[in-house]
């Protein structure tokens, strides 16, 4: 098991962040927030899939207003993201935000950040403090450049400013596009705050580039028990950021859930059409939440040994397949009922 940095803990609705919590997977929605109906089904759809914690944009007062209404149909917490305006933040506590994240850097000027610092520690909820490679503070820039001490620096600045105001239900983040960047960031700030972190890299781009590079930057400060909650930023569905993140946290043994998939790669033994297979059988069995283990394999090689170290597997032939349940043989199938079989099975066994 990883050794985790130590912080301090905070709450984000009953989602507990840092000290010896998990690492919770954090999305954020891409609808509009004040389309409340499109919202909840987003939401409802990333909390099936293993979201703690939602973040929505809240650009407008009928953003604001719809909080109250989304946050009465759903479970898990909500972060309100708010920018420029501080009446927002206000608002956004009032109708029941869990937490609220600002760049306090483009709030406005000390009294609307010390407004939303009071709003906040009146209602009990943390405040994320999000610095951003692109829009630090121009002195910063000046004397750093942008750069990880210049990260740091601004995250520092405004820590400083809210333990001023007797406020410490704080979680800070310092993401940059740039791996190295935010990976030294991260190193330089946990060595001077024990606040909990938030992580991850800030618009790592579509899904395949996104996945990888989000997968490397989170996993390379994961891996060095940095972080202690995370968002995979990726352009496109956000149910994929937190499938992509539940496969972080499960390739480093921070968290289990749902199945770990085992495929073979494909050779020319291969002779069915495996990748194909593989792929439905996962997505067949995505929103499972026991921890089995699962094998989809090509050919008789070496097929049957891993199929048979697993839960369930399928182990391919020629235009068929043996499917397995913990080491012994269920069934031969033709490849065309394979996976509908293989599904069932499980389903028979009560996993659905
Ligand atoms: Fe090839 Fe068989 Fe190995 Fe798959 S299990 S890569 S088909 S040898």
Redesign the pocket.
């Known amino acids: 098991m990883l050794e985790r940095r130590k912080t301090k803990q905070i709450y984000v609705g009953d989602v507990a962040v840092g000290g010896d919590a998990p690492v919770s997977i954090q999305s954020m929605t891409n609808t509009r927030t004040s389309d409340i109906e499109a919202t909840v089904r987003q939401i409802k759809s990333l909390e099936s899939l293993g979201c703690d914690i939602i973040r929505v944009a809240v650009p407008d007062n009928d953003s604001v207003a719809a909080l109250v209404n989304i946050k009465s149909r759903i479970k898990i917490p909500v972060i309100a993201d708010i920018h420029f305006d501080y009446r927002l933040a206000l608002k956004a506590i009032k109708n029941g935000a869990d937490a609220v994240r600002i760049n306090p850097g483009n709030i406005g000027n000390n009294e609307k950040v010390v407004a939303v610092i009071q709003t906040a520690k009146e209602s009990g909820i943390p405040i994320r403090i999000g610095v951003n490679s692109g829009s630090l503070e121009k002195d910063i820039v000046k004397k750093y450049g942008v750069t990880a001490r210049a990260l740091v620096e601004s995250a520092l600045r405004h820590v400083d400013f809210f333990e001023k105001n007797d406020f410490y239900n704080i979680k800070i983040s310092v993401k940059a596009s740039s791996i190295p960047l935010t990976i030294d960031a991260y190193r330089l700030l946990c060595n001077k705050v024990d606040y909990p972190l938030h992580i991850g890299i800030t618009e790592a781009g579509t899904l395949f580039k996104g996945m990888i590079k989000s997968s490397v930057g989170i996993g390379a400060l994961l891996s060095e028990g940095i972080g202690d909650t995370l968002r995979v930023s990726l352009t496109g569905n956000p149910e994929d950021e937190v499938k992509v993140g539940w496969e972080i946290v499960k390739s480093l043994n921070l968290r289990q859930r749902g199945p770990e998939f085992i495929s073979?790669?494909?050779?020319?033994?291969?002779?069915i059409e495996?990748a194909d297979l593989a792929a439905k059988v996962e997505k067949s069995l995505e929103k499972l939440k026991e921890p089995l283990s699962i094998a989809v394999?090509?050919?008789?090689?070496?097929?049957p040994g891993?199929a048979k170290n697993c839960d369930y597997g399928i182990a391919?032939g020629k235009g068929q397949g043996i499917i397995f349940k913990k080491g012994v043989v269920v069934e031969k199938v033709p490849e065309k009922d394979l996976l509908e079989r293989f599904v069932n099975l499980l389903r028979e066994d009560g996993y659905n």
């Open positions: 073979c790669p494909t050779c020319g033994r291969t002779e495996l394999m090509g050919c008789p090689v070496n097929g891993e391919g």
